[in-house]
């Protein structure tokens, strides 16, 4: 099994910025992807950008979100600019290996708020 720490989130105004880390731990074995979802309060958890053999966004966050990956250090970092209110949520990292399957941090909260 693998596990994953998330640490960035918090309260920000609209038009502000936040980055969000997740490291992973454990068994690392063939991981062939790292990204982030996000959930909204009666919401369903949705995909908001992935690093894998390609790095896709959702349209929502094209443009203003960046994700970046660290191979080396199993890590993957989501930086979050010109946020809005609609982009809170609890934002939960993942990474999905050939041999352990998906694996999920705990979420971290991000409000956007004024």
């Known amino acids: 099994q693998m596990q994953l720490v998330e640490s960035g989130g918090g309260l920000v105004r609209p038009g502000g910025s936040l980055r969000l880390s997740c490291a992973a731990s454990?068994?690392?074995?063939?991981?062939?992807?790292m990204g982030w979802y996000r959930q909204a309060p009666g919401k369903q958890r949705e995909l908001v950008a992935t690093?894998?053999?390609?790095?896709t966004y959702a349209d929502s966050v094209k443009g203003r979100f960046t994700i970046s990956r660290d191979n080396a250090k199993n890590t993957v970092d989501l930086q979050m600019n010109g946020l809005k209110p609609e982009d809170t949520a609890v934002y939960y990292c993942?990474?999905?290996?050939?041999?352990?399957?998906?694996?999920w941090g705990q979420g971290t909260q991000v409000t956007v708020s004024s």
């Open positions: 993942y990474a999905a290996s050939v041999r352990y399957g998906t694996s």
């Open positions: 454990g068994n690392l074995l063939e991981i062939f992807a």
């Open positions: 690093s894998g053999s390609s790095t």
